[in-house]
């Protein structure tokens, strides 16, 4: 019940920073002033908001899941919490949200052909030392934004070697939440999936 009502917190809190007015600005100045600024950005300039502001409030919670109860905590969120807050954030920010990955921990969260070939982009430019960027196609109602997502320290508690970096306690609920699991032995700042956003023309 604790953890519920801390998800659907963490979710009006972001929807009242976004919406949120200041005390000298009538309502329909706001709007006319939000609409303004979401014109002015590119559907990529976008949608890396929509994943930044959802990759906040995912790294909120399991923050609080760690310090609980450790990384064992954060592998039971990241199990039951973590699809259904993403999927709130999306209705909140009017977009679609996903995480996925070649090396994936979750079934549903396994990246597809498309997904893969800007995924194995990432990585080449990554093993060459050169830069790279997000990348965008135009759907049919819309646009579809892929962002890297980099392993950081907090990632690899849960994704990092098993004998350095992963305890024992949190691997044995990784395998008892997740038979199939192949997201481990990841490195700080490699590529561990990607952040796909949806949006609406």
Not at 18 to 30: L, R, V, Y
Not at 120 to 147: D, H, M
């Amino acid at each position: 019940m604790k953890k519920t009502i801390f998800l659907l917190s963490s979710i009006t809190v972001l929807a009242t920073l976004i919406n949120c007015t200041s005390p000298t600005t009538k309502k329909g100045e706001k709007d006319k002033d939000s609409t303004a600024v979401s014109n002015r950005l590119t559907p990529i300039e976008k949608g890396s908001g929509i994943a930044s502001r959802t990759k906040e409030v995912l790294g909120m919670n399991l923050l609080t899941a760690i310090s609980q109860r450790g990384a064992g905590g954060a592998v039971d969120f990241c199990s039951t919490r973590a699809l259904h807050l993403t999927d709130s954030m999306g209705k909140v920010l009017g977009a679609g949200i996903r995480r996925v990955a070649e090396k994936n921990r979750n079934p549903v969260n396994q990246a597809d052909s498309t997904e893969l070939d800007y995924i194995r982009q990432v990585q080449n430019a990554i093993s060459k030392g050169e830069s790279f960027k997000p990348a965008l196609s135009e759907t049919a109602t819309g646009y579809r934004a892929y962002y890297p997502i980099l392993t950081d320290k907090l990632c690899l508690q849960c994704h990092g070697d098993l004998k350095t970096e992963i305890k024992p306690a949190t691997y044995t609920r990784i395998r008892e939440l997740y038979p199939a699991d192949k997201a481990i032995g990841f490195r700080l700042n490699e590529l561990r999936g990607i952040w796909v956003v949806d949006m609406k023309k």
